[in-house]
């Protein structure tokens, strides 16, 4: 089954040239610059253009490319994975194996510990214990370290912010150099009684 913006079965060689050139445009196509392009007149390419429906083929065109591409893309991106899932499961069950046996080893060690009057050094047990479960949480995909993350916010605070500051702690805060500052409230002053001067 021949594709839309192939060559049509009425469409004469010319047609589908001037289609052609319009095809290869791009996002510039337009009947003016097709007319230019094959050397014809823009009023004879519009009845080419309306009855072989070059907008709509053309539409075609790009929906083709862009499927093609999308799976370009996704072929590429599942090449990739499993390329990474080959390098990587690999090393992640040879993880767990030597964490298994690494545990056997530790199990071991405590059962000659109860059986003999030696102390282990329980050092290295707790170590060689640790190490296996690191090695385990990697073959799982558990991330082995858990990092606090610090982040410092710089700038002034917002009117809302200022007003829940003070509806929290009461006082009031104003602005010095970019930093809220807690203002103490005066006490009211006490109220001035009018002195009467008689002579």
Not at 63 to 88: G, M
Not at 141 to 154: A, L, M, N
Request: charged residues 30%.
């Amino acid at each position: 089954m021949s594709l839309p913006f192939e060559q049509l079965p009425r469409e004469s060689a010319k047609a589908f040239g001037g289609f052609r050139a319009y095809l290869d445009l791009g996002s510039e196509r337009t009947i003016a610059a097709v007319g230019k392009k094959v050397g014809k007149r823009p009023r004879f390419l519009q009845r080419w253009a309306k009855k072989f429906d070059w907008e709509g083929r053309a539409r075609a065109f790009e929906q083709h490319f862009r499927e093609i591409e999308r799976k370009a893309i996704e072929k590429a991106a599942c090449d990739a994975a499993v390329e990474w899932w080959q390098l990587h499961e690999p090393a992640k069950r040879q993880a767990w194996m030597e964490a298994e046996e690494m545990i056997a080893d530790c199990r071991e060690a405590r059962r000659r510990w109860r059986t003999s009057a030696r102390v282990p050094g329980f050092e290295a047990i707790a170590r060689m214990l640790e190490l296996a479960f690191k090695l385990k949480q990697f073959a799982a995909g558990i991330p082995t370290e858990i990092k606090e993350v610090h982040q410092r916010v710089s700038g002034s605070v917002s009117l809302e912010w200022e007003a829940a500051i003070q509806k929290a702690y009461g006082g009031a805060f104003t602005d010095v150099g970019g930093v809220f500052v807690e203002v103490a409230a005066l006490p009211p002053a006490m109220p001035v009684k009018e002195a009467s001067c008689r002579r």
